[in-house]
């Protein structure tokens, strides 16, 4: 314990950079997280015969605006605080974050890394604290759409397949991942207090 509190008090910026890639890993995951509800289970879903599209609508409630707003976030937060591992901004949702190494026109080494804006981080919170009011929609309807998925788990078999290869194929459960949004409020609130 000693010795990692002197290597705290040499470089104390180390525990905030820490933070806010936490801040900016975590929020690529949600976001990717968003992306694979959409398209491995709602939009096949929407696409099918074997649920009523209302069902659908009550399952997903408002993920398509939930998503939007991660993913506007995202871009924010990579585009005006910066990632601590890199000087320029990428996406890292879509993996393909060394696209700018390879690419001779567009040097990196002219521009060292730069420490995290964690004031900008602040305020782009405090921008888009309305727009997560959406958490309180989802929420109020989640455990309805938690039963009424059950319900099609056991009655459904159209529904069973795609759930199971979803499972097999992608490692994705629908039922833990419609619960990402409920524990994401208190997440940044835990993550935002390191910074």
């Given at each position: 314990?000693s010795?990692?509190f002197s290597?705290?008090?040499?470089n104390?910026?180390r525990k ?7 801040i ?7 976001v990717?997280?968003l ?12 696409n ?11 399952i997903f ?21 910066g ?6 901004p990428?996406?890292?949702t ?13 040097s990196?080494?002219?521009?060292p890394?730069k ?8 305020a782009i919170f ?21 039963a009424?998925?059950?319900?099609y788990k056991?009655?459904n ?22 619960m990402l949004?409920?524990e994401?409020i208190s ?9």
């Amino acid at each position: 314990p000693s010795i990692m509190f002197s290597l705290e008090m040499i470089n104390p910026k180390r525990k905030k950079v820490e933070a806010v890639q936490a801040i900016l890993d975590s929020e690529v995951a949600y976001v990717r997280s968003l992306l694979t509800i959409q398209h491995a289970f709602m939009t096949p879903l929407r696409n099918s015969s074997f649920i009523r599209q209302e069902d659908v609508d009550l399952i997903f409630n408002n993920i398509l605006a939930i998503t939007n707003i991660h993913k506007t976030l995202l871009k924010d937060i990579q585009n005006k605080v910066g990632d601590p591992r890199d000087s320029a901004p990428y996406d890292r949702t879509t993996n393909n974050s060394d696209t700018n190494s390879n690419n001779n026109t567009n040097s990196d080494d002219d521009h060292p890394p730069k420490e995290p804006d964690i004031r900008a981080l602040g305020a782009i919170f405090v921008q888009y604290a309305p727009y997560l009011k959406e958490y309180t929609l989802y929420s109020e309807k989640h455990a309805a759409a938690c039963a009424l998925l059950d319900n099609y788990k056991r009655t459904n078999q159209g529904l069973l397949a795609l759930l199971v290869d979803a499972l097999l194929t992608k490692g994705c459960d629908l039922s833990e991942l419609l619960m990402l949004p409920m524990e994401r409020i208190s997440k940044y609130v835990s993550q935002l207090s390191e910074v």
